[in-house]
């Protein structure tokens, strides 16, 4: 199946400081990425959508100055999580589909964030 | 409200037993799935029901799907130890590619 990786797996920083995230597809090109986040005992909250060579698309109450998003190939996408505080502290996953249309998406391992 | 809800939250039972989850969801949908995720870890995809279907099943999964009642089942027969893990079902709704989450159910399966 269909692969996707995420790297740093787990990071802990200091308050103030940026943290980046990548989001690779393995095995498949992925013209679109979605980031998601996940609180403890929570479920998965879409934070946006990744589009290759073009604008990112947030929801509603993301701050898109907070939460740069990248899709610089079709095969990478990167979460920069910018002055990080601790409510940033949180569990992000990505994931990305090979195909056009409605299909299940393959999900990347998460990486925990922990903000002191 | 973005997600749907699932029910039950939280689930106990024994090795061997069936265990049903339920999920709700409000808007009009593409297809329907359900993913399994450990604790910490990523999420698994176990099953997706297209709007037009009624029922699907993959080795012990059965999913049901009832576009009327806007809501969805999920049964996994003969439980194991090893099925312990928090279940999502998420909507690919109409017109958007992004998932929505359900509340998830966890289930513990004691053996």
């Known amino acids: 199946g269909a692969v996707v990786s995420q790297h740093p797996s787990r990071v802990i920083c200091k308050s103030g400081t940026s943290v980046k995230i990548e989001c690779r597809s393995l095995?498949?090109?992925?013209?679109?990425m979605f980031w998601y986040r996940q609180f403890p005992k929570k479920s998965l909250m879409l934070m946006a959508t990744?589009?290759?060579?073009?604008?990112?698309?947030?929801e509603q109450g993301v701050e898109k100055d907070k939460f740069l998003i990248n899709h610089a190939s079709l095969t990478l996408s990167t979460l920069t999580v910018t002055s990080a505080h601790p409510e940033d502290s949180s569990f992000y996953i990505c994931?990305?589909?090979?195909?056009?249309?409605?299909?299940?998406?393959?999900f990347g391992p998460g990486t925990r964030l922990t903000v002191l | 409200s973005q997600q749907g809800e699932e029910d039950p939250q939280a689930l106990s039972i024994q090795e061997g037993e069936n265990a049903t989850m339920n999920c709700s969801y409000k808007?009009?949908?593409?297809?329907l799935q359900w993913y399994r995720q450990n604790s910490g870890r990523g999420l698994v995809h176990l099953i997706l029901?297209?709007?037009?279907?009624r029922e699907k099943h993959s080795g012990r999964l059965r999913v049901t799907l009832d576009t009327s009642k806007k809501s969805s089942s999920l049964l996994i027969t003969a439980s194991r130890a090893a099925d312990t893990a928090s279940y999502f079902c998420?909507?690919?709704?109409?017109?958007?590619?992004?998932?929505?989450f359900g509340s998830g159910t966890r289930l513990q399966v004691q053996p």
């Open positions: 095995d498949f090109q992925a013209t679109t």
């Open positions: 998420a909507t690919a709704n109409t017109g958007r590619r992004a998932l929505t």
């Open positions: 994931s990305a589909t090979p195909l056009a249309g409605y299909n299940e998406q393959f």
């Open positions: 808007t009009s949908i593409n297809n």
């Open positions: 990744s589009n290759e060579g073009s604008k990112a698309t947030y």
């Open positions: 029901i297209r709007s037009n279907e």
